[in-house]
């Protein structure tokens, strides 16, 4: 099992598949078990459990500031 992969704060992620208004842009809003994204095109704000949110992570756009 690999390690997770360090997430922060505000950070700004494309994933594998677009989100229904078209984007694939997703900042960082929460972190824990549970880490909340909200869509960079409509607002959209969702949860993803930690495990699946790696999975689908493409790359990173931006990085946040370590808190």
Do not use: S
Request: include cysteine.
């Amino acid at each position: 099992m690999a390690p997770p992969i360090p997430l922060y704060r505000n950070d700004i992620v494309q994933l594998r598949k677009p989100h229904a208004c078209g984007g694939d842009t997703w900042r960082i809003v929460r972190l824990g078990a549970d880490i909340g994204l909200r869509c960079e095109t409509c607002g959209r704000r969702v949860l993803l459990p930690r495990a699946e949110l790696e999975r689908r992570i493409k790359r990173f756009v931006a990085r946040g500031v370590d808190e």
